[in-house]
């Protein structure tokens, strides 16, 4: 059975009551839905604790996708603890403090893509920090520059909406595409789109904050040069 994905329903859920419906040979437990995040698309996987109904927890250290199976998450745990059997209900409890870091970051990434209007050939997502890289054919990039324009984006308050659209309406608008190296999650038929206020709207599966506000001031910490054409820019939360 497919996990279902209630991070995808409301980010800011930080926890909830699930049945353990497997536990994989290396002790991957599965769950019949999760608020845990699943690395992907450059943002790692979510972290915290699974309480069981005697009181006692255990320690998440990362959330994936099945490799076998895509639709369902793989909950990591820590190792040398006791794993749950198939059948028990459990309380899943996230790491708050560092999935807010990532969504902000996550957001402030959004509009760093806006504030240098180039192809995006990779990036990350850290806790608190994040970077992008441009293909980018001319250097002369200015830290305080870009820095400036970008908490101008993020002052301008803008609400952070998502919406839905199907795989053919995607590719018949290839520009909401902004990332060369990471392509929008399909096989479901229909792709999230993110939408920054009239800001910004690209194809993305991650977590986001509701306003801009959220965000706080961002400072750009380094820009790199990678290549003849790439430039990588890191960004982090002030």
């Known amino acids: 059975m497919p996990t279902e994905l209630l991070f995808r329903q409301d980010a800011y859920i930080d926890r909830n009551a699930a049945r353990v419906e497997a536990v994989t040979e290396r002790g991957a437990i599965i769950l019949d839905r999760t608020v845990f995040y699943a690395t992907g698309g450059g943002q790692p996987g979510d972290s915290g604790t699974l309480r069981r109904a005697d009181g006692s927890e255990i320690t998440i250290a990362t959330a994936i996708y ?6 369902r998450v793989l909950h ?21 403090d560092k999935r807010l870091k990532r969504m902000r970051i996550h957001t402030a990434l959004h509009l760093l893509s806006v504030t240098l209007p180039y192809p995006v050939t ?39 909406t998502e919406r839905w ?12 595409v902004k990332t060369m190296s990471v392509k929008p999650p399909r096989g479901s038929g229909r792709v999230r789109l993110v939408a920054i206020g009239d800001i910004d709207l690209q194809p993305c599966g991650g977590t986001h904050v509701r306003n801009t ?14 290549g003849k054409q790439n430039r990588r820019v890191r960004i982090a939360l002030a």
Do not use: M, Y
Not at 78 to 95: F, R, Y
Not at 125 to 149: M, T
Not at 165 to 176: H, Q, R
């Open 122 to 160: 990779g990036g990350s997502i850290g806790d608190g920090e994040g970077r992008l890289d441009f293909d980018i054919p001319d250097g002369g990039l200015d830290r305080a520059a870009i820095g400036d324009a970008l908490n101008a984006l993020i002052a301008r308050h803008a609400e952070v």
């Open 165 to 176: 659209i199907t795989d053919a309406e995607l590719d018949a608008n290839p520009g909401l």
């Open 213 to 226: 506000a959220e965000i706080g001031l961002v400072a750009v910490t380094d820009i790199e040069k990678k």
């Open 76 to 96: 990591v745990p820590a190792e040398g603890q006791d794993l749950p059997e198939p059948g028990e209900t459990v309380e899943l409890v996230l790491d708050w």
């Open 66 to 71: 099945d490799p076998e199976d895509k639709s």
